[in-house]
């Protein structure tokens, strides 16, 4: 069985910056693509960012340019740095992977992690 987690969560400033990780470990594929979706009070999950095997990328449009999803295969590890925060991006932050990008990016991944809360205030 795959597992995630997430940290990086916290409170942090309008303007701010985090840096979310997910470490992967169990069973795995070793080209599995991973990804991150959020989900705020009241609302639906909704991608965020995905990364492929390669390195191909996918951002929701909202967070184009402040965010950046990387990641690291020795360490099994995801990265999304988020940069120039808003109210707007307060929400749970998921972590998931499987064996395509299609699966990362429409949130029918088969594994997910724990989450970790984001939260940008004043």
């Known amino acids: 069985q795959v597992q995630l987690v997430e940290s990086g969560g916290g409170l942090v400033q309008p303007g701010g910056s985090l840096r979310l990780s997910c470490v992967r470990s169990?069973?795995?594929?070793?080209?599995?693509?991973m990804g991150w979706h959020r989900q705020a009070p009241g609302k639906q999950r909704e991608l965020v960012a995905a990364?492929?095997?390669?390195?191909?990328?996918n951002y929701a449009e909202s967070v184009k340019g402040r965010f950046t999803i990387s990641r690291d295969n020795a360490k099994n590890t995801v990265y999304l740095q988020m940069n120039s925060l808003k109210p707007e991006d307060t929400a749970v932050y998921y972590c998931?992977?499987?064996?395509?990008?299609?699966?990362?990016?429409?949130?029918?991944?088969?594994?997910w992690g724990q989450g970790t809360q984001v939260t940008v205030s004043s």
């Open positions: 998931n992977a499987d064996r395509t990008l299609t699966k990362s990016i429409t949130g029918t991944a088969g594994s």
């Open positions: 169990g069973s795995f594929i070793p080209i599995y693509a």
């Open positions: 990364i492929s095997s390669s390195g191909s990328t």
